[in-house]
């Protein structure tokens, strides 16, 4: 868990490395008034609306920009501590993939710099310039926040991430019930776009992002590691497979 942590750190580390120079964020700024045509190109351009809508609904702005604020270290720490709590032999293969989408995502930001709707003068508020810093505690943090690598989303695309595997290691124990993790992702779409965090496609490349990610750990993994996607097998055996704790001893 802590080396996950230290990792997420790292990542966070790299992308203000590879943050762009003054011709790199003219070129963000392309990047983002690209997107922003396209969207609109292919009737997509949902973003002021989302943001008009959330703002009409009492409390809209603060839920959203809290929860922009704060759920991607909360989710990605309660997701990990359940995996490993309940689905222990499968720890070490969501654990890589977990890694392998921020690595992706960090060359994608390198090769394509794209600023977010708050900063390409797209006519959205920034609900979050202030939250993000929770009233100074955090100040520091934020000259490690590369502002313009707004593309891929991983807020969303982790999020997807965390859904598809809950989805696949509770397979057995929650039934039907389980496709209720898919709420974070859709949620967490509409919360960044609320917010002015991200374009519509930004999220879409995140959850793209999470396949490839997906596809390259399968390939690099040895095969002896368990999959999360096995568990909805035909005839899986019930025990750990079925919604028990692992055992302190289960690999992973």
Known sequence: MAFVALLDLVYEVMRALVAPDIQGVNASLV????IARLESALGANVETS???ITDAIAGGRCATTWYDTLAYTTLFVGFLISVWVWRRQNCAFVRNSFVMSQAVAL????????APPRLAASGLIDTTRHALTLGGALGWFQQLRNQYAAMPSLHIGLSFLYALALVWLFCASWGRWRQVWWVLPLWMAWVTMATANHYLLDGIAGVLTVLVAQAITHKLTARDVPRPWQRCAPGMPAGPHDGTRA???EGG
């Open 247 to 249: 055992n302190p001893g």
């Open 50 to 52: 989302v943001q008009r």
């Open 31 to 34: 990047h983002a008034h690209d």
């Open 107 to 114: 060359v994608v930001v390198w090769r394509y710099p794209s």
